[in-house]
């Protein structure tokens, strides 16, 4: 399985963080190569974007299913490919340091199933981690330019 962690320190109370990850409209767009997003219901959505693991650029649908909603610390959810044979999971963690700075985390973990698997999780291993990162640091700066605060 291709895990990725990333934590950002954010200048922003919880609350304010919360009130952004709560949202899925808010961050599903921040995904590296996103195309478009559906929420079907309040805690299931599709997500297409494109995938780049260097060699192979792959259109990717996903079915994201919320697991978890616990204001104003933590997101989980799962992710279940629709076009392609993987299964993953992961979280946002929103962590107080005082009342106007929060430590947040992105955690990511897919592996690929079937025949191509060997060959994708090889390629997954390092993706998934740059995704992970990526995500978390745009969810950052997104943050900071809704509230206008210099990162």
Do not use: C, R
């Not at 191509?116 to 995500?135: D, G, I, Q, W």
């Amino acid at each position: 399985m291709a895990s990725g962690v990333h934590s950002v320190i954010i200048p922003l109370s919880i609350e304010n963080i919360w009130k952004f990850v709560s949202v899925i409209d808010n961050w599903a767009p921040l995904v590296p190569g996103y195309i478009t997003h559906t929420v079907m219901a309040k805690n299931q959505s599709t997500w297409e974007f494109i995938s780049d693991l260097g060699l192979l650029k792959k259109k990717v649908k996903l079915l994201v299913d919320i697991t978890e909603w616990s204001g104003p610390e933590i997101v989980k959810f799962h992710l279940t490919g629709m076009n392609e044979n993987f299964l993953g999971s992961g979280y946002f963690k929103a962590e107080m340091i005082d009342e106007n700075k929060t430590k947040m985390t992105g955690h990511l973990d897919i592996i690929a199933k079937g025949l191509k698997a060997p060959m994708a999780n090889s390629l997954l291993k390092s993706y998934v981690p740059e995704t992970a990162k990526a995500l978390a640091e745009a969810v950052a700066v997104k943050l900071l330019e809704i509230h206008h605060v210099a990162g």
